[in-house]
């Protein structure tokens, strides 16, 4: 049983290499629609706000205060290439309908901002049912997911 829990813990540690998105290898790239792969903002996106101000406000809508939510964008800086409504929302949408409450999602994203830059359909939502066809139920996912 542990080596399966320990198995569980690498593939759900939002830092952890097996579930990050390699987002390092998209910088200066256009993104095109699909599903939720990352999108760069454009000017249009942005309609006369700064990126910066714009993500800064969705991460404190989320209930982060304002120094946490600088302090996530400083950890994850390429939060400001994602568009908030095909990218972000979608992540923290996926989240919460897996039974996470608001807090658990804020937490989860100050603690690992790189979370919102893995792809749903490529790479959350298959690692997730792996570990369901394991055995694992979506509360003891929602835990570590969380912490």
């Given at each position: ?21 390699d ?35 969705w ?12 302090n ?76």
């Open positions: 049983v542990l080596p399966l829990c320990l198995a569980a813990a690498a593939v759900l540690a939002p830092c952890g290499s097996f579930l990050a998105l987002w390092w290898s998209s910088v200066g790239t256009q993104y095109v629609a699909k599903g939720s792969v990352p999108r760069r903002a454009s000017s249009a996106d942005i309609a006369g706000k700064s990126a910066d101000t714009r993500h800064l406000q991460l404190m809508d989320l209930g982060m205060d304002e120094s946490k939510a600088e996530t964008i400083a950890k994850f800086p390429h939060l400001l290439q994602y568009r908030i409504a095909d990218n972000l929302e979608p992540t923290m949408q996926w989240l919460k309908d897996r039974g996470m409450s608001d807090s658990q999602v804020a937490k989860a994203i100050a603690r690992c901002p790189q979370l919102l830059g893995c792809s749903l359909e490529e790479n959350l939502i298959p690692k997730v049912q792996m570990l369901r066809e394991w055995g694992f139920a979506d509360s003891l996912l929602v835990g570590m997911m969380s912490r």
